[in-house]
């Protein structure tokens, strides 16, 4: 197979969809769409992620230096896109319907609709010019009792529907795609 050169991009490295939860400096939760996630090995499982430039989400976690991040699902992903296009300066961000909870040791918001949440702490903050890379600790995972049956990963996979993203484009855990960055939120 031949092989051509192309200006830096990651079209085909699919990457998990997580909505980031945190509160305003009010007390109030706010989510974040992101996708720049990946774990670590550091004595125990931890977590990477990358937030670039300037957002509020970027600015509450490093100010509490908690957070949760909570597993994007088919179901979710209509709001999961409107609080990714949806400035976090825009008052009415947050003004759609989400079941929101706590954490059970973090005090971080989640997603009851999420089957996956990982409360994290913050143990280190890289910065390199605009982007802030986060190592963290996992204090917890809040977990949907359901996946705990008997059924395979691939079955469980299939019913809790995870959301890739990749060249703008939401992607099922099946491959089929859900529409471009932008289009499912018009669906609330």
Not at 36 to 42: E, K, L, Q, V
Request: proline share 5%; aromatic share 8%; with cysteine.
């Amino acid at each position: 197979m031949g092989k051509i050169s192309l200006q830096p991009n990651n079209d085909y490295c699919p990457q998990t969809l997580f909505l980031y939860g945190t509160y305003d400096e009010q007390g109030n939760p706010d989510f974040g769409l992101f996708c720049w996630f990946s774990y670590i090995w550091n004595e125990e499982l931890g977590v990477m992620c990358c937030i670039g430039g300037s957002k509020l989400t970027k600015d509450n976690i490093k100010r509490s230096r908690v957070f949760s991040a909570n597993l994007v699902t088919e179901e979710l992903l209509p709001a999961a896109d409107h609080l990714g296009c949806v400035s976090g300066s825009n008052p009415d961000k947050m003004k759609i319907n989400l079941a929101i909870g706590k954490g059970a040791v973090l005090d971080v918001p989640v997603l009851e609709k999420s089957p996956v949440v990982f409360e994290l702490e913050v143990i280190d903050i890289i910065t390199k010019n605009d982007a802030d890379i986060m190592l963290c600790k996992i204090r917890n995972v809040l977990q949907d009792e359901s996946l705990s049956s008997d059924e395979s990963v691939e079955q469980k996979l299939m019913r809790i529907a995870p959301v890739t993203t990749t060249a703008n484009t939401y992607i099922s855990h099946d491959g089929r795609s859900l529409g471009k960055w932008g289009e499912p939120m018009k669906q609330l």
